[in-house]
């Protein structure tokens, strides 16, 4: 539970916004390893960004991906590949596509980003090659950021990697989309196992900077109608190759 006077000071900054939030939708994809409803540490982080989020009046959809069969790939529906069930294309079409917000959140192990994370990741790339209405990737326009929490090492090494994939992929990264919570060096305690997590005001402004510069750019974002369509329409342009089954085609 964060201070007392940390939630009055983010409630006080949510007060005094005059920028009307309220038709933004945000998705977290939670890696953790932990089945609902076993408490996560991640989700105990994502709570300071829930705060604001939440507090703006954006509607917020978090998806532990553990809780549903995601089978490992990298195309849109793995039922086409071989598997009998795959919950990703309907996680995708109700609440990734219609979001104006992607948040990536991961536990660390052994220094690195879970597995589910790095299966959220490939499975949002199986379907990078879906288009908008004006023929660019389907996450132009998207925003994304990254929340983490661990009690080694590791924070900055996975947010790299994590912002980098969305960016890649087409989400548009504003300034400082990233936090996380580590500890002291060598084992430890996690964020949410004592008073030491919440009340650490480093990892609390910064989730509280993140959520407000993606709320701000997707804002943006959305009031300019997407990224401009010149020089990045991908029906443009003809790199298909119907013998290469390699997905790296976009």
Known sequence: MLPD???RFIDAEVAASTTDFSDLRAVVLNGT???SPEPSHT???LAVTRRVLDGVGARVDVVRTVDHVIPPGVQPDMREHGWERDDFPDLYRELVEPADILVLATPIWLGDQSSQTRLAI??????????NAKGQWSYYGKVGGVVITGNEDGGKHCA???LYALSHI???IPPQADTYWNGEA????SYLDDDRGAHNHWTTRNTVFAAWNMLHTARRLKDGGGLPAHGNVTTNWDLSRSDDPNPEYR
């Open 5 to 7: 006077s940390v939630q």
């Open 33 to 35: 390893l932990k089945r």
């Open 43 to 45: 989700d105990g982080l």
């Open 122 to 131: 490939e499975r949002l790339y199986g379907w990078s090659g879906e288009l």
């Open 160 to 162: 790299a990697q994590m």
């Open 170 to 172: 087409g989400f548009t």
């Open 186 to 189: 060598g084992p430890g305690p």
